[in-house]
């Protein structure tokens, strides 16, 4: 073991596991809810937002621990900055596809309102 890293402070420590608690939830939550719901946009939805976060903060705390032993470590900081463009651009390209292509699976269209009559629920 890195004598850096066996030196490290409380409060890093701390701040590491709080982290992958906290990323290991998401990741929980994520997986969940694409096993569990019933539904292709409901499923796409869960993993994007909950995964992404709980991969996040375990990189988030790696770069954490690399720091604290002296090491600047960029590899991690791209990695996150690639699945945060890169998770919600491909669940929203396959949410498209398959509301266009499978229609049970397609959000019911936003009403229409004409210019002169008041929407729904004003007055």
Not at 33 to 60: C, E, M, N
Not at 94 to 114: F, K, M, Y
């Amino acid at each position: 073991m890195n004598a850096a890293l066996a030196s490290l402070p409380l409060w890093l420590d701390l701040l590491v596991a709080a982290l992958l608690i906290m990323g290991a939830f998401f990741a929980l939550v994520g997986s969940w809810g694409l096993a569990k719901l019933k539904r292709f946009l409901l499923r796409v939805h869960a993993p994007t937002k909950a995964t992404t976060l709980g991969v996040g903060s375990v990189l988030i705390a790696s770069m954490a621990l690399a720091a604290g032993g002296g090491v600047l470590s960029v590899h991690e900081l791209l990695i996150t900055l690639f699945l945060f463009m890169t998770a919600p651009v491909s669940a929203f390209l396959l949410a498209q596809t398959v509301a266009r292509h499978v229609p049970d699976e397609a959000p019911p269209p936003p009403p229409q309102s004409t210019a002169g009559e008041p929407q729904s629920g004003s007055r």
